[in-house]
C-alpha cells in the first residue's frame, strides 16, 4: 500500500494511464542494480529514485575525480575524493528519502558477481567497459533477470533491453571485447542514454508498453538521429545459445 | 543507382565528414573495397591485415544485423548498410 506522502509524491505519475496506484506499487517493490555510477549511472539513479523505486543498489568502487564532473551529476565539486556509491548515496536520499539505496563498494567480478545481483529484479547497465557488460549478461543469463544495456561515446549511444531466454543477448550483438580506454564524452549523451535506460526499467516493472527488445537504438547527437536495428540470436553465442528459449 | 552505407561518426572524418557513402558493388565486401579504394584511411579502421573486420565493427543491412559472413553478404541497389562501431563508455 502506499501512503499519503507516498500518494501526493508520485501524484503526476500515478495519474500517467500506464502507471496508476498498482503501476506505483510495483515499482515501489521494484530493486534493481545499477552497475556504475559514473555518466549513465547518474541519471538512471536520479530518475529511478524520483520514481520510487522501492531498493536501489548501486555499485562501484571509484572515487569521485576532478575529471568525471563534466558528465557525472550525481557528483559535485565537493565530492572530489569520496567514494562515488557514497556521494551518489547521499544525493538520492536527499531527493528521496523513502527509498532504500544501498551502496556496494566493489569491483565488478566474476568472484563478486553474483553477491551483486542478488535479489536483484533488473540489472541497469552503467559500466565503462565492454567486459564487465559481459559479466553483468551473464549474470542476468543465471538469473533470467532483464538486462537493459546501454553505452556512450561523444555524441553517440546505444540501448537495447536483453529479455534473457526472449531475445539476444550482449554477445549476440557484441562479438568481441575491446581494450578498456579513456571514452570521449560529453555529458549530454550519457544523459540521453541513461534516461531511456531508467525508461526501459520503468516501463519493466510496471509492464508498461514496448520494450526495446531485438533492437539496438543507435543514437548520434551530432546530426540528431535515433535510428532502430534489427537484432538477432547468435545460434553460437558463448553466453546464450544454451540458455533455455522462452 | 548504388548501395548507401551509413558510416559511423568515427569514421566520418576520414569520409570527408560523410555522414553515407554511396557505392556499387554486389557484396557488402565489394562495397567497403569500393569505399576503401576512394578512402585509403578507412582499412585499418574497419579491419586486419588479412581484411577481416575487426570485432567490435558490426554491419547491419536494411536495418538488419548481418552477422555471420558479413563481408559476403548480397547487396544491391538501393539497399542500406549500417556500420557501426562498439561503444564501450559509460
Known amino acids: ?246 | 543507382m548504388s548501395v548507401k552505407f551509413i558510416m559511423p561518426v568515427f569514421l566520418q572524418p576520414v569520409a570527408e565528414e560523410k555522414e553515407f557513402v554511396e557505392v556499387e558493388g554486389n557484396t557488402v565486401g565489394e562495397c567497403l573495397a569500393a569505399i576503401i579504394k576512394k578512402y585509403p584511411a578507412m582499412k585499418k579502421m574497419l579491419m586486419d591485415g588479412k581484411g577481416k573486420l575487426h570485432n567490435y565493427v558490426g554491419v547491419y543491412v536494411n536495418g538488419q544485423d548481418a552477422y555471420p559472413n558479413e563481408m559476403q553478404k548480397a547487396v544491391k541497389t538501393g539497399d542500406e548498410v549500417h556500420i557501426l562501431y562498439t561503444l564501450a563508455g559509460g
Open chain 1, 1 to 246: 500500500m502506499l501512503n499519503n506522502e507516498e500518494l501526493q509524491r508520485y501524484t503526476r505519475q500515478i495519474m500517467v494511464r500506464e502507471i496508476g496506484e498498482a503501476g506505483q506499487e510495483k515499482l515501489k517493490k521494484a530493486r534493481v542494480l545499477i552497475a556504475g555510477v559514473g555518466g549513465l549511472g547518474s541519471p538512471i539513479a536520479y530518475y529511478l529514485a524520483a520514481a520510487g523505486v522501492g531498493k536501489i543498489r548501486i555499485v562501484d568502487n571509484d572515487k569521485v575525480e576532478l575529471t568525471n564532473l563534466n558528465r557525472q551529476i550525481a557528483h559535485w565539486t565537493q565530492d572530489i575524493g569520496r567514494l562515488k556509491v557514497e556521494s551518489a548515496a547521499s544525493k538520492l536520499s536527499q531527493l528521496n528519502d523513502t527509498i532504500a539505496i544501498e551502496p556496494l563498494v566493489e569491483t565488478i567480478s566474476e568472484s563478486s558477481i553474483s553477491q551483486l545481483t542478488a535479489d536483484i529484479d533488473v540489472i541497469l547497465d552503467a559500466t565503462d567497459n565492454l567486459a564487465t557488460r559481459f559479466l553483468l549478461n551473464k549474470s542476468a543469463m543465471d538469473l533470467d533477470i532483464p538486462f537493459i544495456h546501454g553505452a556512450v561515446a561523444g555524441f553517440e549511444g546505444r540501448l537495447t533491453t536483453i529479455i534473457p531466454g526472449k531475445t539476444p543477448c550482449l554477445g549476440c550483438i557484441y562479438h568481441g571485447d575491446i581494450p578498456k580506454q579513456k571514452t570521449p564524452v560529453i555529458g549530454v549523451t550519457p544523459a540521453v542514454i541513461g534516461a531511456l535506460e531508467a525508461t526501459e526499467a520503468i516501463k519493466y516493472i510496471v509492464g508498461a508498453g514496448q520494450l526495446l527488445t531485438n533492437q539496438l537504438l543507435v543514437y548520434d547527437g551530432l546530426r540528431m538521429r535515433f535510428t532502430i536495428l534489427g537484432i538477432k540470436k547468435d545460434p553460437n553465442c558463448r553466453f546464450c545459445a544454451t540458455h533455455p528459449e522462452k
